[in-house]
C-alpha cells in the first residue's frame, strides 16, 4: 500500500476499511496489505476501541484517509505504532484548516528509539504543508512524561493543565500552521 509520507526510518501507510477489519481478525491479511509483519500486540488499547469508528468515518468520507495511519520500519518492515490527527473534545472535528489533535502509540518492543517523535515530526510536516491545517494540539496525562517529551521535541509548546473525565488531568501542548514554518525557516 502505498505511504502517506515517509521519514528517514519510517513509512506512514494510511489505514483502510479493509485494513481495520482485517485487524480485527485476519493477521496474515493485514500484513499483506501493510506490507509489514503486524505483531500481537496491535492494535493497543485506546486504538483498538477508535478502530469501528475510523471504519465508519472512512467509508463516509474517503478523504480522511490522509489524517494519520500506521508506521511501519523501514529496517524490518514491522508495523511500530501509529500516528494521525482527530477531532474531539473543545478542539472540534478536523477540517481544513481548523484545530484537530494528534494522537501516536509506539508498541512497547520499538519505545525508546525515537520512532514517536519522528512519526509525530513527520505527521506535522504532512498536516502544515499538505492539508494546510492551522492549529494542532496534543495532550496526555501528567504523569506520562515520555509523551511529554515526544510532544516537545516535535516542536509543540506547552499550554498548560487540563481537567479530563476520564484521565484526571492532562498536559496540552500546541503548535500553530505559521510556528511550524517558521521553525522549518530558522532550521
Not at 494519520?68 to 477540517?95: N, R, T, Y
Request: net charge negative.
Amino acid at each position: 500500500m502505498k505511504s502517506l509520507f515517509e521519514t528517514d526510518r519510517l513509512r506512514v501507510v494510511p489505514l483502510t476499511p479493509e485494513s481495520i477489519e482485517a485487524a480485527a481478525g485476519d493477521r496474515k491479511l493485514l500484513g499483506e496489505l501493510l506490507g509489514a509483519e503486524v505483531s500481537m500486540d496491535w492494535p493497543e488499547a485506546e486504538m483498538r476501541e477508535f478502530l469501528p469508528l475510523l471504519a465508519e468515518q472512512l467509508r463516509a468520507n474517503p478523504a480522511k484517509i490522509q489524517w494519520g495511519g500506521v508506521m511501519i520500519s523501514k529496517l524490518e518492515p514491522k508495523l511500530v505504532g501509529d500516528v494521525g490527527f482527530h477531532g474531539g473534545g473543545s478542539f472540534g472535528p478536523l477540517s481544513l484548516g481548523a484545530d484537530c489533535e494528534v494522537g501516536y502509540s509506539v508498541l512497547q518492543p520499538f519505545r525508546n528509539r525515537g520512532y514517536a517523535t519522528e512519526g509525530l515530526r513527520g505527521l506535522l510536516m504532512w498536516g502544515f504543508t499538505r492539508l494546510k491545517l492551522g492549529r494542532v494540539v496534543g495532550r496526555c496525562e501528567v504523569s506520562n512524561v515520555a509523551s511529554q517529551r515526544v510532544l516537545e521535541r516535535s516542536g509543540m509548546r506547552f499550554l498548560g493543565v487540563e481537567p479530563h473525565p476520564s484521565y484526571g488531568e492532562l498536559v496540552v501542548y500546541e503548535i500553530s500552521g505559521y510556528d511550524y514554518r517558521l521553525r522549518s525557516v530558522e532550521q
